[in-house]
């Protein structure tokens, strides 16, 4: 089983920037495709970016793309979401997820929660106007 921890949260202004890690321990992370996701309040929880196992393949939501960037580097536990030009609009808490495969999967598939059998436990960005 592998366990995440998300961090770099916080606040910030319309038009900053943040970048997001999520850790990973367990098993063999640097082998899994991941994903990031957002809930807002009131909401339900949304695809954000997803990166296979090497980082070679991304995908991203249309409401960031060109604005995040998710990254890995090949054998280390650590992803990271590098979000700039951030929108009152992206305020949500963030979490990662895992999926015990390298690939990522095909959409729909890949926008499901369900699709994931390992969360963080989320970490706040709130951006202010």
């Known amino acids: 089983q592998v366990q995440l921890v998300e961090s770099g949260g916080g606040l910030v202004q319309a038009g900053d920037s943040l970048r997001l890690s999520c850790a990973a321990s367990?098993?063999?992370?640097?082998?899994?495709?991941m994903a990031w996701f957002r809930q807002a309040p009131g909401k339900e929880r949304e695809f954000v970016a997803g990166?296979?196992?090497?980082?070679?393949?991304?995908d991203y939501a249309d409401s960031v793309k060109d604005r995040f960037t998710v990254s890995r580097e090949s054998g280390w536990n650590t992803v990271y979401l590098q979000m700039n030009s951030l929108k009152p609009e992206d305020t949500a808490v963030y979490f990662c997820a895992v999926r015990y495969s390298p690939l990522l999967l095909p959409r729909p598939q890949l926008l499901l929660p369900s699709s994931y059998p390992a969360w963080g436990q989320g970490t706040q960005v709130t951006v202010s106007s």
């Open positions: 990166a296979s196992w090497s980082g070679a393949h991304t």
């Open positions: 367990g098993r063999a992370f640097s082998s899994y495709a």
